[in-house]
């Protein structure tokens, strides 16, 4: 092995130089044919064909031959010689990983390639450039991996130039995700045009709505504009020009007439963008508080004479940041002494790591087939789910004999099928059994800020928010977020943003409330004080103009992660923030 890494190393009696990279980079390679034909069949074929053809004709014969490499950076190229000649991969880092992977591909060296790709993803140097790779070399787990690193870091990768050279297969793969991980459709909308810009200064040409239309192709069609709030759209997107007005009169008509959508009555427009919310994480709260839920059961002869026991399961809607369906079961009253079936008529959260402790209403019902009327059997308010319950419904909704009548107008005999839906509205991400005492006048808000130094890094506004809880009847929440400071010389210093937010539901708009708070980052050192700015007992209104109240830049994460400060636990790499909160008055249209 010490012969062969002489040989490498000094080039002697090499019999082929790879002019290796391109430009000032470039660099003369020597090898030896024989090693690498033994490495590769694509160095045998290489050399036997190509580099005849290059070799000058008054060349002497002992001459190296030339090989021109200028696809391939010469790091990368070294890390694969190495390998080759000394089985030595202590060069391959995440700097070149993927260009060493793309020249195990070239040349086919199938043993160079596992290793490229047991580098981890969060330390290569251009994630966007790997998840390239993977896909030009159908590389299926790798680009699995790739794009779920992505789509879940979204909030800082996607605000780099890296970004910006993807290309529109890329995009499109990266919007159709359910996993994207941004603050919601808007901000997902922003990101795609700034990217059309950039291909559109690129190209030297005008940012025009046609451009940017043009650019964007079918990625358009992956952003979910149905889901962005009503304002965004009508304030930002439909002045954009990007959409034509068949594609707005779409979304408008969907907005006003959902259910015409959902039983799949054809509308003047058709709705040519997803539906559907994103969730990135099943343990962080995206998307929306509100869902539809529809399951068509086909063929329900069949589904009817099936045992006991035999259920037929919707697809998931995503709401609250888990997955919702309806469940429907063959079922039968315990005392009856006749044999009627009945249709079990459930609500199922199918949430991946256990359900969440919420606080849910829902209406369940079947869609009639004769007319605009809908059967509403029954709406249940306020239930829990928790750890220990995730389905809800009916167990006898109705008999199968009443469900399939004709009087009924439910079932369609010709398709031989019935419609189930479920409109769902989650109310709270606790429970009541968690907080009982919603009418309490003041109450500590506190929230651990995991992986500090990753969340350090995020680019400005990503932010992070704590868990609801109940003051005078409103939900209060700590809102931390990076932020820049204006008049700060250095540009790269970043500030911890402290906010406290009375999180009311949007379409709430007659409320108010007076409220002092104490904002804090609690010590970790028994004898360091908690970090404060001053007491600040005035009272401060809260309302659905002015929701939040706090500072900007309360303090520097330098100063924040400063060992020497007492605040920050390196070892578990989080913070916690309190806020003491003192709710002297609330008021709501009602009893204002």
Not at 357 to 374: G, Q, Y
Not at 390 to 407: K, Q
Not at 538 to 544: A, Q
């Amino acid at each position: 092995m010490d012969r062969m890494k002489h040989l490498l190393s000094t080039g002697e009696h090499s019999d082929v130089h790879f002019l290796v990279g391109d430009g000032d980079a470039k660099e003369v390679l020597p090898a030896h044919q024989f090693i690498l034909k033994i490495a590769s069949d694509d160095f045998e074929a290489m050399f036997r064909f190509d580099v005849k053809k290059e070799r000058p004709e008054n060349a002497p014969a002992n001459c190296p031959a030339e090989v021109e490499v200028p696809d391939i950076e010469p790091s990368a190229f070294k890390v694969m010689l190495s390998f080759i000649y000394t089985d030595d991969l202590s060069a391959l880092n995440g700097d070149n990983a993927m260009a060493v992977l793309y020249a195990a591909n070239k040349y086919n060296i199938p043993d160079l390639v596992r290793p490229s790709l047991q580098i981890p993803i969060s330390e290569l140097r251009n994630v966007f450039f790997a998840y390239a790779q993977a896909l030009l070399f159908e590389l299926e787990d790798f680009s699995i991996k790739c794009l779920r690193y992505l789509c879940q870091n979204a909030a800082q990768l996607f605000g780099s130039d890296d970004f910006l050279q993807i290309d529109q297969k890329i995009l499109c793969n990266l919007l159709e995700s359910d996993r994207l991980l941004l603050s919601d459709e808007f901000e997902i909308w922003k990101i795609a045009l700034r990217w059309a810009d950039e291909k559109c200064r690129q190209n030297g040409i005008e940012c025009s709505s046609g451009n940017r239309r043009s650019f964007l192709g079918p990625a358009l069609f992956k952003i979910r504009f149905p889901n962005i709030h009503d304002e965004d759209f009508a304030k930002c997107v439909v002045p954009s020009g990007v959409l034509i007005m068949e594609e707005l009169l779409g979304i408008y008509q969907l907005n006003s007439h959902p259910f015409l959508y959902l039983r799949g009555v054809p509308g003047l427009y058709s709705l040519k963008f997803p539906i559907h919310a994103r969730i990135s994480d099943w343990n962080i709260v995206k998307g929306n508080k509100r869902g539809t839920l529809a399951l068509e059961i086909e063929k329900l002869s069949e589904f009817a004479g099936e045992s006991v026991g035999s259920s037929r399961r919707s697809d998931a809607v995503f709401i609250n940041g888990f997955e919702w369906k309806i469940k429907a079961e063959i079922r039968k009253k315990t005392d009856d002494t006749d044999e009627k079936k009945y249709l079990g008529f459930f609500l199922w959260c199918d949430a991946k790591e256990g359900p969440p402790n919420c606080v849910f209403s829902a209406t369940l019902r079947i869609v009639s087939e004769k007319s605009e009327a809908e059967n509403s059997i029954g709406i249940f308010c306020d239930h829990v789910f928790d750890n220990e319950s995730n389905v809800w419904g009916f167990n006898n909704f109705i008999t199968f004999a009443e469900l399939m009548g004709p009087s009924n107008g439910f079932y369609n005999k010709s398709e031989d099928k019935v419609t189930l839906v479920i409109d769902v509205t989650v109310k709270d991400e606790k429970t009541e059994k968690f907080d009982s005492d919603q009418s309490k006048s003041n109450w500590t808000i506190s929230m651990e800020i995991e992986k500090l130094s990753k969340f350090a890094r995020e680019i400005n506004w990503s932010e992070r928010k704590s868990e609801a809880v109940h003051i005078k009847g409103f939900p209060w929440k700590i809102w931390a977020q990076i932020r820049g400071k204006k008049e700060n010389t250095d540009n790269n210093e970043k500030w911890l943003g402290f906010h406290l937010l009375c999180d009311a539901p949007k379409e709430d708009k007659n409320w108010s409330c007076e409220c002092s708070s104490i904002y804090r980052i609690v010590s970790q050192n028994s004898g360091v004080a908690d970090y404060k700015i001053g007491e600040f007992t005035d009272e401060v209104t809260f309302n659905s103009f002015a929701n939040n109240w706090g500072f900007s830049n309360f303090i520097s994460f330098s100063e924040l992660m400063d060992p020497s400060k007492g605040l920050y636990d390196k070892k578990e790499d989080k913070v916690t923030l309190a806020i003491d909160v003192t709710v002297k008055e609330a008021k709501t249209e009602d009893n204002s």
